[in-house]
């Protein structure tokens, strides 16, 4: 089976600086691929690259089409939907403009309402809050609404950077077990960027450890949750 | 008492053409962060544009509908060709870029039209409604027009897609982008929408000043400070502002410090609340949990 994303050396940066030196890997389609890795490994450039938010060379091949010179809006429009860092909440708007926007490309405006539905039904906070100004939620809420946005795309394809970030543990659960969730019920293969690899690791079926922009471990992710060594050197626990 | 009516009346009608290029500043402003200062002058030639097409025999609404249209491409145009490739450019550059751009518009206009003053008809009857000495007809009609754009503007921004997009791009670009918004035709529709507004003060401004290429000079001084006065990100706040200060500006140089400096109250506003209240009285004040 020819995989959804297949990336071949894969180099990325910010002006002069080089972040990511030939990054290889693939997901499958329906699965859930980790990106792990320490601060400053690449991570979210990773993620940055496939939607052409910063400089990008190489090969990016997304359901049988190379995407590496698309701009943002149009990799947005074949299906990919990012969370990214610091989860880009429109803050001054209210929870439900936001859901409303994460559908603009949408044009089905009754399975739009249909979709309003399940993802309340998925974050029932978000349902109490949708009239809230975005900015005052909690940032729980606030990821949550970042995720709940990107699925309002109807994605084949979810980027999730650092989903548990800055949350309390509770919190974190809540949100892994709602991702766990949506994969089984909506079948949207997701490639998730963590650092807390023990979390990734329980959601994800696949992983790739990266350090200082190269793959140096990949495979099942309960292989690398098993290997001793692996743990020790990058893991750190 | 019969005087100061006289003046109270006459500042809500010059507010309301202030009114009207302060929303169109605003709509830039929203989006980019910039304030046009060739705002004034493309009105102003949009403006000799309907007086051509009346010259040519069109009748006034026809003329009035076809100007805002030109204005609009017009003012995409000047966003995609002009200001696009300084859109990395620190402000300062921008604001050279802005001032070079009213030199070339003001000039290209004195050289296609002219720099003889043409009078420029109004779409309202000359005989004043109940028969009142305080405000004539055109006065009322330009404060109608200015409040049916404000509310048009409401519910685009309000109610639409577009508008939301709009928004969304004002607010957060890297986002908008997320969602599939095509960020850069959204500056663009924002400066054709502002050029569109602003081409409907300068063509409610020709009746009262004459048209002439530097009509919308101070025009755009009083609008400016209507917009600071009212808060650069809130198109209402604007707006209201640009009555104040029509208001002040007629009691103020009637009273207190006479015409010829009157000017100086535009300036006094713009400093006064940059240094008292910098998002001016309805500026948005976002407040973000992290």
Redesign the interface.
């Known amino acids: 089976m020819t995989p959804l994303l297949s990336v071949k050396n894969l180099t990325a940066g910010y002006g002069d600086t080089v972040v990511l030196h030939g990054l290889n890997f693939e997901l499958a389609e329906g699965g859930i691929t980790a990106i792990l890795g320490a601060n400053g490994a690449g991570k979210t450039t990773t993620l940055r690259a496939l ?1 052409g ?1 910063c400089r990008r060379r190489g090969e990016i091949s997304y359901a049988g089409r190379r995407i590496e010179n698309l ?3 149009d990799v ?2 074949l299906g990919v ?2 969370v ?1 860092d610091g989860r ?6 209210s929870a439900e ?1 936001n859901l ?3 559908a ?2 949408r044009r089905d405006r009754a399975d739009v309402g249909r979709d309003f539905e399940t993802i309340y039904a998925l974050f029932p906070r978000l349902r109490e809050r949708r009239q809230q ?1 975005a ?5 729980g809420e ?1 990821q949550m609404l970042a995720i709940a ?1 990107a699925l309002m ?1 109807r994605p084949k394809l979810l980027l999730l950077d650092e989903p548990s970030f ?1 949350l309390a543990p509770l919190v974190v659960q809540e949100i892994y077990r709602t991702l766990k969730t949506i994969n089984r019920e909506t079948k949207v293969s997701m490639l998730l960027v963590e650092q807390n690899a023990t979390l990734a690791l329980d959601l994800a079926d696949h992983a790739y450890l990266v350090e200082t922009g190269r793959v140096v471990v990949s495979g099942d992710s309960e292989m690398v949750k098993a290997d001793e060594t692996i743990r020790r050197s990058y893991l750190g626990y | 008492m019969d005087a100061l009516l006289h003046q109270l009346f006459s500042g809500v009608a010059s507010g309301g053409i202030y009114a009207g290029l302060a929303l169109a500043l605003v709509m830039i402003y929203q989006s980019t962060g910039h304030i046009n200062f060739a705002q004034g002058e493309m009105a102003m030639f949009s403006t000799y544009i309907a007086w051509e097409l009346i010259d040519y025999g069109t009748p006034y609404w026809g003329a009035f509908f076809l100007t805002v249209i030109f204005a609009f491409v017009a003012g995409v145009a000047i966003e995609r060709l002009v200001i696009r490739p300084f859109h990395n450019l620190p402000v300062i550059a921008l604001i050279i870029v802005f001032i070079g751009l009213l030199v070339i518009v003001n000039s290209t206009a004195s050289w296609i039209f002219g720099t003889t003053l043409k009078t420029f008809p109004s779409p309202f009857p000359a005989e004043p409604l109940w028969d009142n000495h305080y405000i004539s007809n055109h006065e009322l009609g330009s404060i109608g027009i200015v409040l049916i754009i404000v509310a048009i503007l409401f519910v685009f921004f309000r109610y639409t897609k577009l508008g939301l997009a709009m928004r969304a791009v004002a607010e957060n670009p890297q986002s908008s982008r997320l969602v599939g918004i095509r960020v850069g035709w959204m500056l663009a529709l924002g400066w054709g929408l502002a050029a569109a507004i602003g081409s409907v003060s300068g063509m409610l401004v020709a009746p009262i000043l004459y048209l002439d290429s530097s009509m919308m000079g101070g025009v755009l001084l009083y609008s400016l400070a209507g917009a600071v006065l009212g808060g650069l990100d809130n198109p209402w706040g604007a707006a209201l502002g640009g009555f104040i200060i029509g208001i002040l500006e007629n009691v103020l140089g009637a009273y207190v410090i006479g015409t010829q400096l009157k000017f100086s109250v535009a300036l006094i506003v713009i400093v006064g609340v940059l240094l008292a209240r910098p998002s001016g009285l309805f500026g948005r004040t976002v407040v973000t949990r992290v």
């Open positions: 939607c938010l701009a943002t809006e947005v429009r939907a990012h990214p880009g909440t429109f803050a001054s708007m403009e409303r926007l994460g603009y490309l100004q900015g005052t939620l909690s940032g606030q946005r795309l800055g």
